[in-house]
């Protein structure tokens, strides 16, 4: 039952701190998944990344099934899977309210514009690592 918690707690966290889609959220994978908890090996996350592309779904969803349907078996993937969404879920409907009655403020504007290039950062952080991996194991 510890290791569905932690599965839990592993996956809200990179939920919670996804921002700028699936390769943006790598390194926060790799930390938390490969490096922290060793549920998978970095090997295992380029061929999750991969395959993902071959499968329906965001790379976050399908590397969240994969580790924990590997970790804990069926109820592992349902677990991390749940846990890898219900921070977006809640988070995305908060801002909506937030948007909805303040969306034209400057101040909202410029912590969207402010947004934009650390999303970029983060997905040439992501590239940078899978390239290294895959080319220098």
């Not at 996350?45 to 078996?73: E, H, K, R, Y």
């Amino acid at each position: 039952m510890n290791v569905l918690i932690e599965l839990l707690i592993a996956f809200m966290i990179i939920g919670i701190s996804a921002f700028g889609g699936g390769y943006a959220v790598m390194p926060l994978i790799q930390h938390y998944i490969v490096d922290t908890h060793h549920w998978i090996t970095m090997l295992e996350l380029v061929d999750i990344t991969s395959i993902s592309q071959m499968t329906p779904g965001p790379i976050m969803i399908n590397a969240a099934t994969f580790v924990g349907s590997n970790v804990a078996g069926i109820f592992g993937g349902v677990v991390a899977t749940f846990g890898s969404v219900l921070p977006s879920f809640i988070l995305v409907v908060i801002l909506a309210m937030i948007f909805e009655r303040h969306g034209k403020l400057d101040f909202i504007q410029n912590i969207m514009k402010g947004l934009r290039p650390t999303i970029v950062g983060l997905i040439f952080l992501a590239a940078f690592t899978l390239v290294s991996a895959s080319l220098f194991n």
